[in-house]
């Protein structure tokens, strides 16, 4: 069986992940029907709430009450769901878009994203290595998670950074509590009205896409606001998440200089082997590309958007279930610490950039 074989044969859950599945299928389902009644009860005047954030909320309640005791035999499913169909969330989510919605988007989102993952990975670097004392693999993978899409590339960078296990533990975590708050926190601030005098609701929506960690996150954020500003968040984060490879390779480039093997320097495609490639972000824009040129049935388009909304609420729901509060004691306090000067950084820093990229 070859690599692209694999890889699709992975999105297709097997027996041992039924019963954690079928937990977080229930309790996604639960969320999506408690999000309509609350807003059918409070006729719509509920502000900040989704089905998205109920789902991350009661998953992280569970998560750290009862999940535990249950986790090993529903570890499995709920790690199929907050990977892979996370994956599947994203790629359908191009059914909620169209070409003209991204080039709405166009330069300002690009400009953002791309002042944002290079000035956060390199203040991030040199506060880690040169004023807190982290030692450097911890410092790059928290820079790689906070520059451009949380764990996912914590995980992406650690083949190419070579840290050890402990090390990947406490920048995951570091990058799911702040991006945690930050999915909740930039809602509220939005909602007291603080950010509209800096940012209309187009810029609101780059903004959140250019400076929250997470995919996950980033959809919860925009959407919580509405819907447009988070089509426009998920768009500039999916431009965010495609800078992940060069970002790699640039990464697999510096690290490997001078580097050698029997008395040779590694060579370029050695480098580029070690890059992991974000395809389901390739997909999107494909998937975007289809939704735009061909016709489509509005009953199909409708299903695809339900099917996309059960799919997000339950990696939601799973992402919930495993941010255990432990996870701030895990990231030890200079991590902690480096992980919240970017957290501001992000906030402030990012905001900054996106107002000064108005004004071109």
């Known amino acids: 069986m070859n690599t692209f074989t694999q890889s699709v044969a992975s999105y297709f859950p097997r027996g041992h992940h039924l019963a954690g599945l079928t937990v977080v299928l229930i309790g996604s389902l639960f969320c999506l029907w408690l999000n309509s009644s609350l807003d059918n009860w409070s006729n719509g005047r509920l502000i900040g709430l989704s089905s998205l954030t109920l789902a991350i909320l009661l998953g992280m309640i569970l998560g750290n009450t009862v999940y535990p005791s249950v986790a090993e035999r529903l570890a499995l499913g709920v790690g199929f769901a907050k990977g892979q169909i996370l994956r599947l969330a994203i790629m359908f989510y191009g059914f909620k878009l169209t070409l003209t919605q991204v080039s709405s988007v166009g330069l300002p989102a690009v400009m953002s994203d791309a002042l944002v993952l290079t000035s956060t990975f390199l203040l991030t670097y040199w506060i880690g290595t040169k004023l807190l004392k982290v030692d450097k693999q911890t410092t790059l993978l928290i820079g790689s998670g906070a520059s451009i899409c949380g764990a996912a590339a914590v995980i992406a960078a650690d083949p190419i950074v070579k840290a050890e296990a402990h090390k990947v533990t406490i920048a995951v ?115 975007v590309l289809l939704h735009t040129w061909l016709n489509m049935s509005e009953s199909f388009e409708h299903n695809m958007v339900l099917f996309d909304d059960i799919l997000l609420t339950m990696a939601m729901f799973a992402l919930g279930l495993t941010t255990h509060l432990s996870a701030i004691k895990q990231a030890g306090v200079k991590p902690l610490i480096l992980g919240a000067i970017m957290f501001i950084w992000l906030i402030v820093g990012g905001g900054l950039i996106n107002i000064g990229i108005s004004f071109l």
């Open 173 to 287: 975590a570091t990058v799911v509590v702040f991006g945690t708050i930050a999915m909740l926190l930039y809602p509220f601030l939005y909602h007291l009205g603080w950010l509209q005098p800096w940012l209309s609701v187009e810029q609101y929506g780059i903004y959140t896409g250019a400076t929250i960690h997470e995919v996950a996150q980033v959809v919860v954020a925009g959407n919580t606001v509405s819907p447009e500003v988070g089509d426009t968040a998920v768009v500039t984060k999916m431009i965010r998440v495609m800078m992940l490879a060069p970002f790699l390779l640039v990464l697999s480039f510096a690290l490997t200089k001078g580097n050698s093997k029997n008395g040779q320097t590694a060579s370029v495609m050695s480098r580029i082997k070690e890059v992991k490639v974000p395809w389901f972000a390739f997909i999107f824009i494909l998937i």
